[in-house]
């Protein structure tokens, strides 16, 4: 199955689901340090509804998935968008999945030239080079 067909799935998206709730659990759990039993006690079900929410082997309905997730501390957000539109950001995402993006920095400093003094600001090394020009020496 080409991942094209994968995401026009539903199989897919329940399942995308349903580990997502699962890692909101499990998050939870490890927040505030409560075992199964206590998750089911305060979430007010069994243990066994725990451990279908913990294996994945349970399909909720949409308002049990909100009051979960709301116990959980967090909002689900769901968005609606073309397909076609999801693919392509999809194969654009798998194609840069290995880069590494560092934050952007600023660099500051005070640069002292000729008895003069500027401050300086930028965000990257290079232009960071030409923000000070020294004045010209006359010949």
Same mark, same amino acid.
């Given at each position: ?5 994968? !995401? ?18 499990? #998050? ?25 929410? !913990? *294996?994945?082997? %349970? ?26 539109? %999801? ?10 999945? *290995? ?23 930028? #965000? ?16």
């Amino acid at each position: 199955m080409e991942r094209k067909e994968v !995401l026009n799935s539903p199989e897919y998206w329940t399942a995308k689901t349903q580990v997502d709730l699962y890692s909101q659990a499990q #998050k939870y759990m490890e927040k505030t340090g409560k075992n199964k039993s206590q998750l089911a006690e305060y979430l007010g079900v069994s243990k066994g509804y725990v451990s279908q929410l !913990l *294996n994945g082997d %349970y399909d909720h309905r949409l308002s049990k998935f909100f009051e979960l997730a709301l116990a959980f501390g967090v909002v689900p957000q769901i968005d609606f968008i073309p397909i076609e539109d %999801y693919v392509k950001e999809d194969m654009q995402r798998s194609q840069f999945k *290995n880069v590494s993006i560092e934050k952007e920095k600023e660099y500051s400093w005070t640069a002292t030239a000729n008895s003069l003094t500027k401050p300086a600001t930028c #965000k990257d090394l290079t232009s960071c080079i030409t923000v000070f020009d020294l004045p010209k020496k006359s010949a």
